[in-house]
């Protein structure tokens, strides 16, 4: 009887019909802003798996918080679509450069300096962010998450877009809409009702208020969580969230809150003095991976796809209303609050002044160029 490596090399075609949209790499469609890597597929007991591949697509723009500019956006639609396509590859690995910051949404210094003011132009862009959302919901391979920072805003919803999220425990998961005047109508109004409840749907969305990563394990956000911060060489959990108990004094439960006041402090302080060493994140993404590898191919895929049946139903409802009210959001709030986040700074800050704003509205007072700027960080004083 023939061996399955002689029926391979008898019967593969001799040509394959290439699906992908255009020949071009990721890379050269952003200046390198997205990264687009094969590396080798293992087994579970860590042998290369010859010819087959996980695809790593990788947001490389550190130095605004991997946070994605519009040719990102197009850079990064078409390579999850590169990955779908292909044959050779297993899972989609998304991700970022560094450790600080997996995304924090959309590039705010754009935002403030074409699109603020522009509805019609910010319409187009929510097109592709949409299509980049869905991109990730309709990936014909397992997606992971590797959450190598924070995830807040757009970062947090394209996140929740993909199937497993695998975090070092130094990251921070939430929404900042409505205090930098926007709403979370890019996936995580759909997304977190489902996945975690409506109560706790409501604090992320609306109070802007951050997890850390145990919370948003705890909650079901992320699928596990590992240590990145080692003290004298040794991994050791996050200093300034509490991970040495579940219930307070009064049966509440706090393991994941963050700590407050001087233990927060002294955990800030101590991470300083430490090192972050991403490996131990590596391992649980290449494991996660070599699980997904070890299954029958297509009834893996059907198992995904009915298992985002929620979150695409959610998504599919609600896509374009989001979109033309983010579109017209961009005559007042987000134009201000952009303009504010994109001109504050640590010292002044990168909020306006929300009590003044209200004020001014409840007394009537239309939106106005004058009213934007009075409202700009550091101009109430």
Avoid at 109 to 115: L, P, Q
Avoid at 119 to 141: G, H, K, T
Avoid at 255 to 276: D, M, P, R, V, Y
Avoid at 322 to 337: K, V
């Amino acid at each position: 009887m023939a061996t399955a490596d002689q029926i391979i090399a008898a019967t593969a075609p001799p040509h394959l019909i290439d699906h992908n949209l255009i020949a071009d790499t990721v890379e050269s469609l952003c200046d390198g802003m997205v990264l687009y890597e094969k590396r080798p597929a293992r087994r579970r007991d860590g042998s290369i798996a010859e010819g087959l591949y996980n695809a790593w697509i990788i947001l490389n723009n550190p130095k605004q918080f991997n946070s994605y500019t519009t040719d990102m956006v197009k850079a990064t639609i078409l390579a999850f679509r590169r990955a779908s396509v292909d044959r050779e590859v297993n899972a989609v690995v998304f991700t970022a450069v560094g450790d600080k910051a997996f995304c924090t949404g959309g590039n705010t210094k754009e935002y403030a300096e074409y699109y603020a003011g522009n509805p019609q132009e910010y319409r187009q862009y929510m097109r592709l962010f949409n299509d980049m959302v869905s991109a990730i919901l309709d990936c014909d391979r397992p997606v992971v998450c590797r959450v190598n920072g924070m995830r807040i805003g757009g970062g947090q919803e394209i996140g929740m877009a993909c199937d497993f999220t695998l975090a070092h425990d130094l990251a921070n998961f939430g929404q900042a809409g409505p205090k930098h005047g926007s709403a979370a109508i890019g996936g995580a109004t759909d997304f977190l009702p489902v996945m975690i409840g409506c109560e706790q749907a409501m604090i992320s969305g609306t109070l802007c208020e951050p997890f850390s990563a145990h919370k948003a394990a705890r909650l079901g956000i992320i699928s596990d969580v590992v240590p990145a911060l080692k003290i004298d060489g040794k991994f050791v959990p996050n200093p300034t969230v509490v991970t040495d108990r579940m219930l307070d004094d009064y049966g509440r439960i706090i393991h994941g809150e963050f700590k407050s006041g001087a233990e927060f402090k002294e955990g800030q302080a101590l991470i300083k003095t430490g090192e972050i060493d991403l490996s131990l994140l590596d391992e649980k993404v290449e494991a996660l991976c070599a699980k997904l590898l070890e299954t029958f191919p297509e009834c893996m895929a059907k198992s995904f796809e009915e298992l985002r049946k929620p979150k695409l139903e959610a998504w599919n409802r609600n896509k374009e209303n989001s979109r033309a009210w983010l579109a017209l959001n961009m005559m007042n709030e987000a134009r201000t609050g952009f303009r504010a986040f994109n001109e504050g700074n640590k010292e002044i800050g990168r909020e306006i002044d929300f009590v003044k704003l209200r004020q001014a509205l409840a007394k009537g007072v239309p939106w106005t160029e004058e009213l934007i700027e009075s409202l700009m960080p550091g101009k109430g004083a």
